[in-house]
């Protein structure tokens, strides 16, 4: 019959279309739910790297960058939190809308259901079947008579299948829709909580910042010897790239082999641009790429040629990929630099104290380099960077994201 393969293509099309519609949002708050875990886990991270700091040394500029990152992260989660609430929120109205239409579909299919029955109940004994039968004018009309109620009785289980089916899915539906209204309000309770943590670690921010404006100049004392071990690591940077790549040159007029193997070493770290493994085991960026105001000086820009990763005492650099080292430099009695080349392309590693590679050193990726020097102020930090050739490249965007 052709109404009743209607109600199937329309029972179908509303299976696919509510698991399409399921699946879709999912994702979405499958991929928010993993951002808001990852944060969480840096901002413990975080906590973990402040509470080591001895309470003495409280009031620095390092503990203001963990509290600036802390805040960072904290204002993406609360974000993260309420693209989930806005997510939740449509899919609960979405399931609204279905369910509504679920219980408007399963009352047509009852009453239509009720009605063949009711007929069907009046012409369900034998007499009146062949009453019908035999008041045929002719054998076609009483075949087609036949087969009529034939179809009638196969209508009839074939909807109560129906109903029995829309009636399972309405349910489950129903449970959906009663999780998600939970989980909306779970999720409403952390951004409110998100958003007071928020405020209390600005307030700790405030605070922090007035006591250090109190010793301006120590602090600019600091930022010059800062920018003078800056400019140091970049004037060895570029001059040990330069003679990196000079003798690379005079090697492949030597050894043509020498120059498509550099070739294919460059090619293969660029296609694993994203996909770096971080320098370290564990860490969090303190500070990213670029041009910084200072956190507490006024009118005073920091520019940074790679990335500061605070990570804890001990911790190891390690090789990001193959390669070979060309340079191992004092920028400092405390601050020891490693570059690596990698075809045309080289990984700086600078603030480390021990290191356990010379020049020359072929290592893998992990290859241990050296550790994180740690500070008086129990800052353990890391500066990262990546040059091609002699230009310096912002290194999270050659890095794996966590």
């Known amino acids: 019959m052709v109404v009743k393969n209607k109600y199937r293509i329309l029972f179908l099309f509303l299976m696919i279309f509510a698991l399409v519609s399921r699946v879709a949002g999912q994702d979405n708050l499958t991929t928010l739910k993993k951002k808001r875990k990852q944060l969480e886990k840096e901002i413990e991270y975080t906590n973990k790297l402040i509470s080591k700091i001895g309470k003495s040394k409280k009031n620095t500029l390092y503990s ?41 579909r399963l009352d047509y299919l009852k009453n239509e259901y009720a009605r ?18 035999f008041s045929s004018r002719d054998i076609n009309q ?26 399972a899915v309405k349910e489950h539906r129903k ?22 943590l928020l405020q209390l670690e600005q307030q700790k921010k405030s605070r922090l910042k007035r006591r250090l404006s109190s010793r301006e100049r120590s602090l600019r004392r600091q930022l010059r010897a800062k920018e003078k071990e800056s400019a140091l690591l970049n004037k060895k940077i570029e001059s040990a790239i330069a003679r990196a790549t000079e003798i690379a040159r005079e090697n492949s007029r030597k050894a043509t082999k020498l120059s498509v193997s550099e070739l294919k070493v460059s090619q293969l770290f660029y296609k694993k641009r994203g996909k770096l493994p971080w320098p370290v085991k564990e860490g969090i960026v303190s500070q990213t790429f670029g041009v910084h105001s200072d956190p507490v000086l006024k009118n005073i820009k920091i520019r940074n040629n790679g ?21 191992v430099m004092a920028i400092t009695s405390i601050n020891i630099a490693v570059i690596v ?7 700086v590693f600078s603030g480390l104290d021990k290191v356990f590679v010379t020049n020359g050193n072929v290592v893998k990726p992990g290859a241990a380099l050296g550790t994180v020097h740690t500070n008086l102020q129990g800052q353990t930090e890391l500066h990262f960077e990546v040059w091609k ?10 890095l794996a994201k966590k």
Request: charged share 25%.
């Open 64 to 104: 203001l960058d963990l509290i600036n990152n802390k805040i960072v992260r904290r204002q993406e989660l609360a974000a993260t939190l309420k693209r989930e609430v806005y997510l939740l929120t449509d899919s609960i109205s979405s399931l609204n809308v279905s369910v509504k239409k679920l219980d408007d």
């Open 341 to 347: 080349k990698h075809g045309n392309y080289f990984t």
């Open 142 to 167: 009483a075949y087609q008579r036949m087969r009529y109620l034939s179809e009638i009785s196969s209508y009839i289980r074939n909807e109560a299948g129906n109903i029995k089916a829309l009636e």
């Open 307 to 327: 990335i500061n990763i605070s990570t804890d005492k001990g911790s190891v650099a390690r090789a990001v990929f193959e390669g070979t080292v060309v340079s």
């Open 175 to 196: 449970n959906d829709l009663e999780s998600r209204i939970q989980e909306k309000k779970n999720t409403l309770d952390m951004e409110v909580s998100q958003l007071s």
């Open 116 to 133: 063949i029955a009711y007929y069907a109940s009046k012409t369900d004994n034998g007499y009146s079947r062949l009453i019908f039968l």
């Open 389 to 398: 050739g002699r230009q310096y490249q912002n290194p999270a965007g050659w």
